[in-house]
Every structure is written in structure tokens, then in C-alpha cells.
């Protein structure tokens, strides 16, 4: 198994910053990439972005192009989302999850740990 455990979630102004970061332990090595997702009251999970282990490559929902940052640290198993101009409309729980396979990486449905999940509240 994978554990995950997600930090750095809090209250911030419209326009600020927020880094979030994601530790992985356990089976680490069966993880092929990491994704980010959220989910805001009465809406469904959504997919933020996404980055492999091994080459680094990252790929961004275009709601948050530009403004959010997916960046890993391979010696500490550790996942970062860096949001930058934050808007009210990003307001959610943002969960990190692992997946094992080599696919689109942006449904929930491909992948198999999940976070707790932490708080980002934007204010206006």
C-alpha cells in the first residue's frame, strides 16, 4: 500500500499564495505518477494536475494553468502544488492521490490511494 498524507492547506486572500505538499510512504515504488484534485461543496472531484515520478512531466487543468505549480521530490517521496493568484472559485478540499498505471491520469478512476485531504479557502 501507499499511505499519503496531504499539508498545507489554510485561509488566504484572493491573490495570494498557497504551497501544499504530499509525503508518500510505503510502497512508493509502485507509483508511477501523482496527481492533484479537488473538490469544492456540492460539486464533484475534479482533476488539477498531475506529475510522474521519473521524468518529471506534468500536465494542468486549464482552469489552473498558469497559476499552480506541480513539482516532486523524489528522495522524500514528497508531492508540492504551488498556488499562486489564488481566486475564490479554488475554494475546496484538495486531495493528492497515487497511480500506479500509464494512462490519461485525469479520472479519478485511475488511481488507487488517496489522501485525507486538506482544506484551501480563498476569500474575497
Known amino acids: 500500500q501507499v499511505q499519503l498524507v496531504e499539508s498545507g492547506g489554510g485561509l488566504v486572500q484572493a491573490g495570494g499564495s498557497l504551497r501544499l505538499s504530499c509525503a508518500a510512504s510505503?510502497?512508493?515504488?509502485?507509483?508511477?505518477?501523482m496527481g492533484w484534485f479537488r473538490q469544492a461543496p456540492g460539486k464533484e472531484r475534479e482533476f488539477v494536475a498531475v506529475?510522474?515520478?521519473?521524468?518529471?512531466?506534468?500536465y494542468y487543468a486549464d482552469s489552473v494553468k498558469g497559476r499552480f505549480t506541480i513539482s516532486r521530490d523524489n528522495a522524500k517521496n514528497t508531492v508540492y502544488l504551488q498556488m499562486n493568484s489564488l481566486k475564490p472559485e479554488d475554494t475546496a478540499v484538495y486531495y493528492c492521490?497515487?497511480?500506479?498505471?500509464?494512462?490519461?491520469?485525469?479520472?479519478?478512476?485511475?488511481?488507487?490511494?488517496w489522501g485525507q485531504g486538506t482544506q484551501v479557502t480563498v476569500s474575497s
Open positions: 492521490a497515487s497511480t500506479p498505471i500509464v494512462g490519461t491520469l485525469v479520472w479519478e478512476r485511475e488511481y488507487d490511494y
Open positions: 510505503g510502497r512508493t515504488f509502485s507509483s508511477y505518477a
Open positions: 506529475i510522474r515520478w521519473k521524468n518529471g512531466s506534468t
